[in-house]
């Protein structure tokens, strides 16, 4: 049982980057998936999460990033993305994907049970 987290990198402010998480010995799509990431100097805090628990997909978005950021699942790829747009130094961490069995889990870390490693997103000119 393994998340894999990609697509992190280096870009200018205003640039793109879509970071990949990739689950390997379970199904993703039976799983509330998440983007966390923590800042250097700073606590880990919640992105983005992507539920299907009610049957239908829910996604969930930090203020921060709303506009910006979209979540989506490919369950044909056991993937979950993480399209970020419109970057800002603000946005450099390092990016965590998490999954969760327990409803309605987001925003709060303690109820992701499954964590990848992380992928570091650097926003500088």
């Known amino acids: 049982v393994q998340l894999q987290a990609s697509g992190g990198g280096s870009v200018q402010p205003g640039g793109t980057l879509r970071l990949s998480c990739t689950a390997s010995g379970f199904s993703l799509g039976d799983y509330a998936v998440a983007w966390f990431r923590r800042a250097p100097g700073k606590e880990r805090e919640a992105v983005s999460c992507i539920d299907d628990s009610d049957g239908y997909s829910q996604y969930f978005y930090a203020d921060s990033v709303k506009g910006r950021f979209t979540i989506s699942r490919d369950n044909a790829k056991n993937t979950v993305y993480l399209q970020m747009n419109s970057l800002k130094p603000e946005d450099t961490a390092v990016y965590y994907c998490?999954?969760?069995?327990?409803?309605?889990?987001?925003?709060?870390?303690?109820?992701?049970?499954?964590w990848g490693q992380g992928t570091l997103v650097t926003v500088s000119s």
């Open positions: 998490a999954a969760s069995t327990i409803y309605d889990p987001f925003p709060n870390e303690r109820f992701y049970n499954i």
